[in-house]
């Protein structure tokens, strides 16, 4: 009878377009979508990186994935969208904002319509893909974030929320930026509007 249970047992997945392939991630790991709005461009950040945002108050760096996997830059319309998802690194969660061309559904896949990534034959690094999920006769690619997003992006993510929030500047390394953020989540933070989670803003401190 457990068996039965676990083997159908299905995981929830946001599925979005980007660069004319369907992509997914774990519908634990998003908190909202938002319209593509004003983005602001920061200074001497990566290509990846395509600006930051105001969320209610708090910056969030947005992402431009196809740029990130090696494609061309995402261009704007009117069905691209951007989705504010949690990445964890060294412990660490840092909110950020992945560009979409378009996000499609929400899907249940069990264990059995999901296989491992493949070898070769996608244009998205094998290390950055949990696995593909089977929708009827067609996949989609399920990425792997904390992976995709690399120790240098979120270098970058911090950097950019210092420069926009701290024009004259605090800097230091990712790891200092990463203690001041610590500092600030054990003073209580600011939360934002989504059950109360915090959101960095390190210029507040």
């Given at each position: 009878?457990?068996?039965?249970?676990?083997?159908?047992?299905?995981?929830?997945?946001?599925?979005?377009?980007l660069a004319d392939e369907q992509y997914a991630v774990s519908i634990l790991r998003v908190r909202e979508i938002i319209e593509y709005?004003?983005?602001?461009?920061?200074?001497?950040?990566?290509?990846?990186?395509r600006g930051v945002i105001n969320l209610r108050g708090a910056v969030v760096p947005v992402i431009d994935l196809a740029v990130r996997f090696g494609l061309r830059e995402s261009q704007v319309t009117k069905r691209t969208c951007v989705i504010i998802a949690e990445v964890e690194?060294?412990?660490?969660?840092?909110?950020?904002?992945?560009?979409?061309?378009?996000?499609?559904?929400?899907?249940?896949?069990?264990?059995?319509?999901?296989?491992?990534?493949?070898?070769?034959?996608?244009?998205?690094?094998?290390?950055?893909?949990?696995?593909?999920?089977?929708?009827?006769?067609?996949?989609?690619?399920?990425?792997?974030?904390d992976r995709a997003l690399s120790t240098t992006d979120l270098f970058s993510v911090a950097?950019?929320?210092?420069?926009?929030?701290?024009?004259?500047?605090?800097?230091?390394s990712f790891l200092e930026m990463v203690g001041r953020r610590r500092h600030w989540l054990?003073?209580?933070?600011?939360?934002?509007?989504?059950?109360?989670?915090?959101?960095?803003?390190?210029?507040?401190l």
């Open positions: 009878m457990t068996s039965t249970v676990e083997s159908t047992e299905q995981t929830q997945f946001l599925t979005f377009l709005d004003t983005v602001t461009r920061v200074p001497n950040m990566p290509a990846s990186i690194v060294g412990g660490e969660r840092l909110v950020m904002g992945l560009m979409a061309d378009a996000v499609s559904q929400v899907i249940g896949l069990p264990p059995a319509d999901i296989e491992p990534p493949p070898a070769f034959g996608t244009r998205v690094r094998v290390d950055f893909l949990k696995g593909l999920g089977k929708i009827g006769k067609k996949f989609v690619l399920i990425l792997d974030l950097v950019a929320q210092d420069v926009v929030l701290n024009p004259d500047g605090i800097g230091g054990s003073q209580g933070g600011a939360a934002d509007s989504q059950g109360g989670r915090p959101v960095y803003t390190p210029g507040i």
